[in-house]
């Protein structure tokens, strides 16, 4: 799932988006490559994720950058209580964008590939929609405090992570399932590759508890 779809896709459950949730969107015509977590439960979870919204209810605030501690790879989401703990190979080589998360008025990152975020690369001739080398989000997913077993009823953990949740609000991690590099670009295919196949090395710190990526 990437930005796009998150604000576009928000809605009721209906026969279209079941035919959509079940087929290989075609990005980019026919010269993009679409790559997939095929998880068994990824069509059921993306399919439940678009229908817990209603449509057009999500925006995005101007774009912020957070800054990294140059002497420690972390990344401290103070509004919520929550550090990553990110791989030393991720050093200077990714961007966190600040975003809004509107049903709930509440802040998402967004976690990219900085060289295909700066590269700001079109994703069609139109040249409206870029490439960001989007990894994942983490964001306000409930109102109320999910226990990890209905996280898990509810089909999401095909393509997201229970993180953690206090009395209003459950909070995840939420995968990109869609191309997020230009195919014809060999370093940015090689640098999103190598921060997404070490995304099991990120560590969770939550009010001083500390959560490996499972």
């Known amino acids: 799932m990437n930005k796009k779809q998150l604000s576009e896709h928000i809605g009721n459950i209906d026969s279209e988006l079941v035919q959509q949730a079940q087929t290989i969107p075609n990005y980019a015509a026919q010269r993009r490559i ?6 068994a439960t990824a069509a059921a979870a993306l399919l439940l ?18 800054e990294v501690p140059a002497e420690q790879e972390t990344v401290e989401l103070k509004e919520i209580g929550l550090t990553l703990i990110l791989p030393d190979s991720w050093k200077g080589k990714y961007e966190v964008i600040q975003d809004t998360f509107e049903p709930y008025n509440s802040p998402m990152w967004e976690f990219c590939v900085k060289s295909v975020y700066d590269a700001k690369i079109p994703t069609d001739e139109s040249g409206e929609v870029l ?5 994942f989000y983490v964001f306000q997913y409930e109102d109320y405090g999910m226990s990890t077993e209905e996280f898990e009823e509810c089909g999401i953990a095909g393509i997201g992570r229970y993180l953690f949740a206090t009395e209003n609000a459950t909070y995840v991690i939420m995968y990109t399932t869609d191309l997020q590099f230009d195919p014809e670009n060999p370093e940015h295919l090689a640098d999103w590759n190598a921060l997404e196949q070490s995304e099991q090395d990120i560590r969770f710190v939550v009010d001083n508890i500390l959560k490996d990526k499972e």
């Open 131 to 135: 490439y960001r080398g989007t990894l």
């Open 34 to 39: 679409i790559r997939f977590r095929r998880l």
């Open 49 to 66: 994720m678009v229908s817990s919204f209603s449509a057009g209810a999500i925006a995005f605030a101007r774009e912020i950058i957070i």
